[in-house]
């Protein structure tokens, strides 16, 4: 078992360029998170997906945030365009069920937006 | 609105003795909780849960204890050791939200030797 698998692991890029995060989950795992962790606020969920289909994104902070699952392997989290405010380690996690089953974290993506 | 708060950013205790974590929520309809390890350049990790039916749940040397009427809950580590020096974040679920894991700042634990 790889784990979770996030690419990559740090991201610097100015202000207003287009960024993607992405993420492999456990194979065999239904359920897929993603996560934002900032000194201030902890960690934050951002999305989640269930059998590739989105659930609940109530926690996207803007529309130029977005997220996609084409597959159950694949999973992307795309800011355009970035801003310095968006600095910050993103956490994709995977788990087989909701509820009260574990998540599986990643190692996260340390973005840095100058 | 934070729903979960970790009061202490961060916590010191010496080898041996014992680290108390708390974890204070708003959201009375929680009914699961969970405390996540998390190392440098590392994702977190699953430590131990407790359900809401109950008021104490133990794994060696963490014990994590939930007072409902009080909305807290805290975590225990006898003896500390110098390698569970790391960043701890509680979390919290309610079934009729789908399970989603809502997670406090965190507070880091510094064991010393």
């Known amino acids: 078992d790889a784990g979770v698998i996030q690419s990559p692991r740090h991201e610097v890029t100015e202000m207003g360029q287009e960024v993607t995060l992405r993420c492999k989950p456990i194979?065999?795992?239904?359920?897929l998170f993603w996560y934002r962790q900032t000194m201030m606020r902890g960690l934050e969920l951002l999305i989640y997906?269930?059998?590739?289909?989105?659930?609940?994104d109530s926690g996207m902070p803007e529309d130029r945030f977005s997220a996609k699952m084409p597959n159950a392997s694949f999973s992307t989290l795309k800011i355009q365009p970035s801003e310095p405010r968006d600095s910050a380690v993103y956490f994709c996690?995977?788990?087989?069920?909701?509820?009260?089953?574990?998540?599986?974290f990643g190692n996260g993506t340390r973005l840095t937006v100058t | 609105d934070q729903q979960v708060k970790q009061n202490s950013p961060s916590l010191s205790v010496q080898e041996g003795r014992i680290s108390i974590l708390n974890c204070d929520y708003t959201?009375?309809?929680?009914?699961?909780f969970l405390w996540y390890k998390k190392y440098p350049a590392e994702g977190p990790t699953f430590l131990i849960s407790?359900?809401?039916?109950?008021d104490k749940n133990e794994d060696g040397r963490f014990t994590v204890f939930l007072n409902k009427s009080a909305k807290h809950l805290s975590l225990h580590i006898v003896p500390s050791q110098p390698g569970d020096s790391a960043v701890y974040f509680c979390?919290?679920?309610?079934?009729?939200?789908?399970?989603?894991?809502?997670f406090g700042q965190g507070t880091e634990l510094s064991v010393k030797p």
């Open positions: 997906f269930n059998n590739n289909v989105p659930i609940d």
């Open positions: 996690a995977s788990s087989s069920r909701t509820y009260n089953s574990p998540l599986h």
């Open positions: 979390a919290a679920a309610t079934y009729n939200q789908g399970g989603k894991l809502i």
């Open positions: 194979s065999g795992h239904d359920y």
């Open positions: 407790i359900s809401s039916i109950k």
């Open positions: 959201n009375s309809m929680f009914d699961y």
